[in-house]
């Protein structure tokens, strides 16, 4: 997963000072969910913010992310990050 991420940060590196897609997959009153939303809209993405029971139901998100345990769970560019913290590395 690691490797995983260090790659996906790499070829991100031609996209810096571009606008990437963020998908922020949430549960309702998520503090993390709400935090990486921020992030992502304050260094200028666009940001489409989902949430679970509005957007989506725990089948689907089941199945887009199988091996996820927690929330939010984020998509840049059509890519699966995982959490906040790799989008607050990736956005640094």
Known sequence: MLVDFIL???GMLDK?????KVEIYSIPNCA????????AENKGHN????????DFTHLEMAKKFPKAVSVPQIVVDGEHIGGYVELEKLLK
Not at 16 to 20: A, L, S
Not at 32 to 39: E, P, Q, S, V
Not at 47 to 54: A, I, T
């Open 16 to 20: 810096m000072g571009e606008k990437m």
């Open 8 to 10: 996906l940060c790499e």
């Open 47 to 54: 940001v489409d913010y989902k949430v679970l029971g509005v």
């Open 32 to 39: 993390a969910c709400k935090k990486a939303k921020a992030l």
